[in-house]
């Protein structure tokens, strides 16, 4: 089965613009989360999506949205870009019944913000 | 909300010792706590995770306690081999209300040969 991917791999954007990040999750996983990861932060949870829906969201920023289409496939979107934006951006899918289960990450898009 | 927090930040063990990395958390009601290892350039992979209905799972060199009273638990990795040199991430998770994943701060885990 394959995994989670996401594209793409890496980006460079300048401050002020925006960016689409893409996320394809496992097959028959329906639930796809996103987090932010700095070596300052860690790992954050940005927000996650079930059946085209967001279900739970993280302290981000409204420039930080998603959204999910009916083949579970999930995409993120940063609006007027800042510097402390540059991150990994990960996401992971899982396959809950009524609440999250184990979730299963992707490899990431490292975004550079310049 | 959760807080999770992870000791030590980084370990250095001789190969074929043992390693053992611990976390705490403070939401009661979480009850899934699943471990992660990030190799450089890559997403976390799940190594093993464990629920709260149980007090200790084990998996080859991997074995996951759990302490629900003390609101602990730990990765145990015996006979380390180099290739077990990663960042390490403990995470938990409650089922009621705000259902995500609350990551410690991770263990950066080097395996001297």
């Known amino acids: 089965k394959a995994g989670v991917t996401q594209t793409p791999r890496y980006l460079i954007k300048t401050r002020g613009q925006q960016v689409t990040l893409s996320c394809s999750p496992i097959?028959?996983?329906?639930?796809v989360s996103w987090y932010q990861q700095t070596p300052g932060q860690g790992l954050q949870f940005l927000f996650e999506y079930f059946s085209e829906t967001q279900r739970n969201k993280g302290n981000f920023p409204g420039r930080f949205s998603g959204r999910q289409f009916s083949n579970s496939r999930s995409e993120m979107n940063v609006s007027t870009l800042e510097l402390g934006d540059s991150a990994l951006y990960l996401c992971?899918?899982?396959?809950?019944?009524?609440?999250?289960?184990?979730?299963?990450f992707g490899p990431g898009t490292r975004l550079t913000v310049l | 909300g959760e807080n999770v927090e992870q000791h030590p930040s980084t370990l250095s063990v001789q190969e074929g010792d043992s390693a053992v990395i611990k976390c705490t958390y403070s939401d009661s009601a979480s009850n899934y706590f699943p471990w992660y290892k990030q190799e450089l350039g890559k997403g976390p992979q799940l190594i093993i995770d464990i629920r709260s209905n149980v007090g200790e799972k084990k998996d080859q060199r991997i074995a996951v306690t759990l302490n629900k009273t003390a609101k602990h638990f730990s990765l145990h990795i015996t006979e380390t081999q180099p290739e077990d040199s990663a960042v390490y991430f403990c995470?938990?998770?409650?089922?009621?209300?705000?259902?995500?994943?609350?990551f410690g701060t991770g263990t950066r885990l080097t395996i001297i040969p």
């Open positions: 995470a938990a998770l409650s089922n009621f209300g705000n259902e995500k994943l609350t």
């Open positions: 992971a899918s899982s396959s809950p019944t009524t609440f999250t289960d184990t979730q299963y």
């Open positions: 097959s028959g996983h329906r639930s």
